[in-house]
């Protein structure tokens, strides 16, 4: 595997982030692979400047819904195999994964779902966790690195009001509870390993100058399969790319 850099970022809008300078942005961060969640768009509304870009191959997984959810992801090199199902069928029809399988390397661009204000979409975010490490699980010996928003800050330290927020979708010990067993089916949380300190975060509310203030939460990730993990030479997060409610997180594998 020849050196890579790996970046996920959750777009809230692809079509809105292509009026922020987006293409200029990708071209010199230049990732060999980006993998883009909350596009917001169905395939054919996508402007074709954003679906050909010179050096890329483009894969699109667009909800059934309109304007709504959907996942992205660009390639310098060209897979093996695509897969785009998870096998559970309110996930799937959301299009929330792409899976990109390489010769010596698996990457799967993931946007699970949000539990809801009130909750009430707690059923589907369980049962899309609950399949998702059952999958995960059975390729955990290969090179894979499982990259994305998760909708769930893990710790107390990947919030900056983890007391105020313990009832709150996001931070619920249910939903830290999925995060646990995802790490238990044999994946490493690259940015926690490689960076041990608070403060970092890659969600903020968009009132109360939440991001001036980093007053945020951490719920985008890459895991890192055991057998990927010692190629990880660094892991980050951009919170200075501005154009989203997210950042961009990512890793560099050698």
Same mark, same amino acid.
């Given at each position: 595997?020849?050196?890579?850099?790996?970046?996920?970022?959750?777009?809230?809008?692809?079509?809105?982030?292509?009026?922020?300078?987006?293409?200029?942005?990708?071209?010199?961060?230049?990732? !060999? *692979?980006?993998?883009?969640? &909350?596009?917001?768009?169905?395939?054919?509304?996508?402007? +074709? #400047?954003?679906?050909? /870009?010179?050096?890329?191959?483009?894969?699109?997984?667009?909800?059934?819904?309109?304007?709504?959810?959907?996942?992205?992801?660009?390639?310098?090199?060209?897979?093996?195999?695509?897969?785009?199902?998870?096998?559970?069928?309110?996930?799937?029809?959301?299009?929330?994964?792409?899976?990109?399988?390489?010769?010596?390397?698996?990457?799967?661009?993931?946007?699970?779902?949000?539990?809801?204000?009130?909750?009430?979409?707690?059923?589907?975010?369980?049962?899309?966790?609950?399949?998702?490490?059952?999958?995960?699980?059975?390729?955990?010996?290969?090179?894979?690195?499982?990259?994305?928003?998760?909708?769930?800050?893990?710790?107390?330290? !990947? *919030?900056?009001?983890?007391? &105020?927020?313990?009832?709150?979708?996001?931070?619920?010990? +249910? #939903?830290?509870?999925? /995060?646990?067993?995802?790490?238990?089916?044999?994946?490493?949380?690259?940015?926690?390993?490689?960076?041990?300190?608070?403060?970092?975060?890659?969600?903020?509310?968009?009132?109360?100058?939440?991001?001036?203030?980093?007053?945020?939460?951490?719920?985008?990730?890459?895991?890192?399969?055991?057998?990927?993990?010692?190629?990880?030479?660094?892991?980050?997060?951009?919170?200075?790319?501005?154009?989203?409610?997210?950042?961009?997180?990512?890793?560099?594998?050698?």
């Amino acid at each position: 595997m020849k050196d890579m850099k790996i970046v996920a970022w959750n777009v809230n809008g692809l079509r809105a982030i292509h009026k922020k300078n987006f293409l200029e942005w990708l071209k010199q961060v230049s990732p !060999d *692979i980006l993998c883009l969640q &909350e596009i917001k768009a169905e395939k054919e509304k996508i402007p +074709a #400047e954003l679906l050909d /870009i010179s050096g890329y191959f483009t894969f699109v997984n667009s909800a059934q819904r309109k304007g709504y959810s959907g996942v992205l992801t660009y390639s310098k090199e060209k897979p093996l195999k695509v897969n785009y199902l998870l096998s559970e069928p309110d996930f799937d029809q959301e299009g929330r994964l792409i899976e990109l399988v390489f010769k010596d390397l698996i990457v799967i661009n993931v946007y699970m779902p949000n539990g809801g204000r009130e909750q009430e979409r707690f059923p589907q975010k369980f049962s899309a966790y609950k399949v998702l490490i059952e999958y995960l699980g059975k390729i955990k010996d290969k090179k894979v690195a499982i990259v994305g928003d998760f909708n769930v800050a893990h710790q107390e330290i !990947d *919030i900056a009001r983890p007391k &105020e927020n313990q009832k709150n979708t996001g931070f619920t010990l +249910a #939903e830290r509870k999925e /995060i646990d067993k995802l790490i238990e089916a044999g994946y490493v949380d690259s940015f926690r390993h490689l960076n041990p300190t608070g403060g970092h975060y890659t969600w903020w509310a968009p009132f109360a100058q939440a991001r001036i203030r980093n007053i945020g939460w951490r719920i985008d990730y890459v895991f890192a399969s055991k057998a990927l993990m010692p190629q990880i030479k660094e892991a980050f997060i951009w919170p200075q790319v501005m154009g989203s409610d997210h950042c961009p997180v990512g890793v560099e594998i050698i």
